[in-house]
């Protein structure tokens, strides 16, 4: 088997036929990227996962890893898994019960005496932690060490690329943090393409770089993560009113006394509940538009600590049945922010209003506005 | 004993072995397809595969005979369409033996299959295992345990099936002693032979021995397979860490 000294791109466009749905996809992920799936149950996300691994069918289409195709319809080349090696990784894990977790890391290598370019085992397992349970048998461990065992498997298998179809499912939420911790230094480390799955956006704020967004099986948008993911018409698809805008800044000040962090964004400070990402660390900042309040001037008697410049630029109707109002705006970029210039601005805010409010305030585009939210309505993820 | 009783033990042994032999892929075979295929007309074939174990024994040897051998001994379906005709030993003996013997393999076989979680052998092969190499290192040593507990149930099986082989041997050699497999020989000896009680004793005895190390060999095999099945099945959120 000859081997590609360098990780290479992932390139997959594919037309699959599932039972009433007929799915048309394409997307690319860079070694060291994540794109992310993302889109409602039964939009074909994990069966686009499971074609480009090879282990379901296809239509048409092509999958390449840098210029080689691993599959291409019109050239009548179709590779197997193992020649693919494009590694799935879901929820259950999937180890193999009747070897114990040094075997089942070890079966990509030795288990079918292969040698190949591959990150060291030993580097993998003291990242992982896993030193004190080679001997155990996959069903003495917890599910978090099963999904770090599976996530070892897969990487010391030396993949081309890593399927993530919802990893962290079956992990009990208050364990999930750490473990996405660790998955989020996956593409750093290991230079792969990462395409991920996951029903959980925070997950996907964490992770992805680009998003895909899939509605029964035709992609609805695509493009880089904090433009698609602040797109209110397609997150309040996705989220209803959990929708919200994505911010990308960066931490500035801790304020030990209150317990409160100040995140630079284009230049404005936002304040938000203290969070344990170090002065200098990228974050990103969820508020959902429905927390999200418009005001002429900046108001002097609110608990509000948030009150961030802009412009409108759109004004539109949201909601099932055009019920409520979405008010999209762009935060202006402070003059003095030089030093936050390498953070892209851009990516649209929106507030979710009453069409009365709207009309008694007289919004329309290009007007001035000061958007409020609380501290407690923020989110706050590390973003690599 | 005697060459009577000897004789009988061993071509009781053959016909087992050999039925096996024949039994074993078959059973394994339909096992496969039953647990992890799903297709419109699926509960004819299982109906069809577990209907012996459904039927009087001697019914079985009344359809073999009908199909194949022809009452008499004059030949069945099986002659006007080839010009052959089923003989007692050993295709008949054999043959009576595996449909007794198939139905068992795949009851014990289905549900053993049906628990191994179908997505082992997919991440094996995007792990860079071949079809062959996922095959040997991940179903194999998955399934044997069961795969063995199904064998020693099927020798017992074939080795006592005694109600289809006692009608063919009545029909295809009426008169015939001797040469014959175990429990036919027991009730031959029984009925036809001066000290047959002693004959008896000697096979029944040989018979209990084989049937317990088999069916302990089937136990074990089954036990080890079930430990795997509930490790599985536990409710994995609630174990302890202890890292």
Partial sequence: MSEQALPRTLSVELRLQQPGLDIRAQFRVLPGKVCALVGRTGSGKSALLKAAAGLMPAKGGRIALGTDAVYDSAARVNKPPHERRITWLDGHTHLFPHLNVKANLQYGIKGLGITRRAPEFEKVVSWLDLSSLLNRRPEALTVSQRVKVALGRALISGPNALLLDDPLGEVPAHEQEALLELLAEVPDRFKVPVVLVSPRMNEVIRLADEVVILHEGRMASAGPAAQILSDVSLSTFLEGVHAGSVLEGEVKRHDID??????????QRVTVPATLHPVGSKVRLKVRARDVTLHRAVPTDTSCSNHLRGR???????????????VGMELDRALDAADSSQVKAGAPIWALLTRKSIQKMGWAPGQPVVLGFKAMATTVSAWH | MSSFELEALSLSLQVAVITLLISTPLAVVLATVMARTAWRGKVVLDTLILLPMGLPPAVIGFGLLIGLGGVGGNGGWLHSWTGYSLSFYPAGAIIAASVMTVPLMVRILRPAFEATDPMLLPVARTLGASRWQGWWTITLPLVWPAVASAMALGLTAAWGESGATLVL???????????????????????????????????????????????????????????????????????????
């Avoid at chain 1, 409108?312 to 979405?326: F, K, N």
């Avoid at chain 2, 084989?210 to 079930?226: D, H, P, V």
């Fill in chain 1, 312 to 326: 409108i630029t759109q004004i539109m109707l949201a909601g099932e049945h055009g019920t409520y109002g979405a």
């Fill in chain 1, 258 to 267: 209150w317990l409160l962090s100040e995140v630079d964004v284009s230049g």
């Fill in chain 2, 169 to 243: 041997a009545a029909t295809l050699r009426p008169h015939h002693i001797g040469d014959t497999t175990a429990p036919v020989a027991l009730v031959q000896a029984l009925l036809n032979q001066q000290d047959g009680e002693d004959a008896a004793w000697h096979l029944a005895l040989v018979s209990l021995l084989i049937a317990m190390a088999a069916i302990a060999i089937s136990e074990w095999g089954r036990q080890r397979w079930r430990r795997r099945w509930q490790a599985r099945l536990r409710p994995v959120g609630l174990s302890v860490s202890t890292t």
